[in-house]
């Protein structure tokens, strides 16, 4: 079996979510005041903010999701990775010291502090909440997955568990509590990342002597799941699949490697002969047919480009550039998500900010190079689902014992709760401060501020559960590509001419905000992903040319921008704002 609920899985795994909510309540009393509860009084020191923005960055896309790209389709799982680190540059050297100088402690306030203008400030808030709810979905499909194997739940009650975990962390202290369970989750992933793929090199690589049949798996009209024609009994009763067939000639007297150093176990993989697993589906009147078949590759081919991303190899102009549109996405995007640009306001002053970004950066890139070995060392573990890419480093964990099984999914779902806190914290800021306050003109005491903060953080934590459930057969890396896109799009052309272009009006960045915003979503909506994998039509009926927005519509932001700018009356000039302060 895949799955086996072990009780001692169970007591470690609740020992880890318990600790991190009773940690929540502990210091709840340190979030009372609006400035307490939404920037943890600027107090945060810089290396635990660097830290914690490790934490809030390395969410289940990158932890489950990456991996899992890896271990399905080889090198191209990893330039998830880069792009993801790539994008820190934009943060360290453009956005990190100038965002904090502008002394607010929401994007909004950021972006509308030389205007004082209800539009950007309504259009801002409206980008913040839909740039979360679309990161906040791949959060909750990963907890989801985690929950079933672990406690033999279905993945309506992981998401569920998650989320109400989730929403008692941001209501009981907001920005303090939310940032300590960022600090711990993203010290503890790190490190025990380090320990499992010590374990890999440790193992080496060793030839699979098992069963490579095909399997079927089918869902008839009333909802009985069959496995290869027989009823299903526990929820995963696919056999799992992902080995070496045989190792380099070297090896010929061996079945094992041994242990191996980093750079030889990725040049004995190279060299071996690895099966992998792809899948066909049919439908008929007995129901939907899945069959998950073996396919022989060499381990060169799966270190080199081409394997997920087509446009790589296929030579379609619409390949490239829907591959081109996601690197620029996830390059740009870092420095445009709200729960990321808040982390800035946490800390004292600007130095603090940009020490803030290099610890997060270390942190994150040595996290990144470890999950190229996490990937590839799913992949010939003879562990892998074939459903769910998602679970790849969990089941990897299980291969070497239950507790380390336990540990690894433990940590993963506290990395959920942590970033899924800082979505939550950005997203009820937007409401609470910039849509009821600053939009709405609802005059507001500081109790009532942070009363419609947790109101707030309780509705995104509802809309939150309902899409993990709805999109629960998306690879969470591919989920969060989407979040990225959208964010790149709305945000980042206003902040960066807000910060570097004098002639910057507040139409313009009220205008490039909501046209990036509508104009990625909308294509993500009308896209050839979409179509196949939310509303089951044929790919074909997409009109947009290639998936991913980033490469039409960030351009397209700035460019709105800089023309509205242009038409529109300059801004009346201030004295430069040089708080590092927030106030209310």
């Known amino acids: 079996m895949l799955y086996e609920t072990s009780p001692a899985a169970v007591a470690i795994f609740a020992s880890f979510v318990l600790s991190v909510i009773g940690l929540s309540f502990f210091l709840g009393r340190k979030g009372q005041s609006a400035k307490g509860y939404y920037a943890a009084h600027g107090e945060i020191h810089w290396f635990v903010n660097g830290i914690a923005f490790a934490g809030d960055y390395l969410s289940a896309a990158s932890f489950l999701g990456i991996c899992g790209m890896v271990a399905f389709y080889g090198y191209d799982g990893f330039l998830y990775s880069i792009g993801f680190l790539a994008g820190w540059v934009v943060a360290l050297f453009v956005i990190a010291e100038p965002i904090k100088a ?34 906040l979905i791949p959060q909750m499909v990963g907890a989801g997955d985690l929950i079933t194997p672990l406690l033999g739940l279905p993945h309506a009650a992981g998401v569920i568990l998650v989320g109400v975990a989730v929403t008692l962390i941001v209501v009981t ?93 990725l040049s004995v993989l190279e060299d071996s002969t690895i099966v992998t697993w792809s899948s066909k589906k049919h439908a008929d009147a007995e129901g939907v047919h899945t069959t998950y078949f073996p396919v022989e590759r060499q381990g060169a081919d799966l270190l080199k480009p ?54 997060g950066i270390a942190v994150i890139g040595a996290f990144y190079v470890l999950t190229l070995y996490l990937g590839l060392g799913a992949m010939v573990s003879g562990a892998l689902d074939p459903t769910s890419s998602n679970m790849a480093a969990p089941l990897l964990a299980k291969t070497f014992s239950n507790t380390l099984f336990a540990i690894i999914s433990a940590i993963a779902f506290t990395t959920v709760l942590g970033t899924v806190s800082g979505l939550i914290m950005a997203g009820s800021g937007a409401v609470a401060h910039d849509l009821l306050e600053n939009v709405c003109g609802i005059a507001m005491t500081d109790h009532e501020k942070v009363r419609y903060g947790k109101i707030a953080a309780v509705g995104l934590g509802i809309v939150a559960m309902a899409l993990g459930i709805v999109f629960r057969n998306f690879n969470v890396s591919f989920l969060v590509g989407w979040a990225f896109n959208i964010a790149a799009s709305a945000n980042l052309p206003a902040l960066v001419m807000l910060l570097f272009w004098r002639r910057t009006t507040k139409q313009g960045i009220t205008a490039a905000v909501t046209l990036g915003m509508l104009s990625s979503l909308a294509w993500i909506l009308l896209s050839a992903d979409t179509f196949e994998k939310v509303y089951g039509w044929s790919r074909e009926a997409s009109i947009v040319p290639f998936s991913q927005p980033g490469l039409v519509t960030i351009p397209l932001g700035f460019l709105v921008l800089i023309v509205v700018s242009l038409f529109t009356p300059p801004p009346a000039e201030k004295p430069a704002i040089v708080s590092s302060q927030p106030t209310w």
């Not at 008839?220 to 380099?248: C, N």
């Open 102 to 135: 502008l002394g607010k402690f929401t994007f909004a306030d950021a972006l509308d502090s030389k205007f004082n203008s209800r539009g950007i400030k309504l259009a801002v808030a409206t980008s913040t909440l839909v740039v979360s709810i679309f990161y």
């Open 173 to 265: 202290a907001g920005m303090v509590s939310t940032t300590w369970v960022q600090f711990i989750k993203g010290s503890l992933l790190v490190f025990f990342c380090g320990v499992l793929a010590a374990m890999i090199l440790n193992r080496g690589l060793v030839e699979n002597t098992g069963s490579l049949e095909p399997q079927v798996r089918t869902v008839r009209p009333d909802g009985t799941v069959l496995i290869d024609g027989q009823p299903q009994s526990k929820g995963h009763d696919l056999r799992p699949v992902g080995s070496i067939k045989r190792l380099p000639e070297r090896y010929a007297e061996k079945t094992s490697t041994g242990p191996l150093r980093p750079l030889e176990y």
């Open 306 to 359: 081409g394997g997920y991303f087509k446009g790589l190899t296929t030579g379609k102009l619409a390949d490239k550039l829907d591959f081109v549109s996601l690197m620029l996405a996830l390059f740009c995007g870092t420095a445009s998500l709200p729960h990321i640009l808040i982390r800035y306001y946490t800390v004292k002053d600007q130095a603090a900010a940009r020490k803030s970004t290099v610890v």
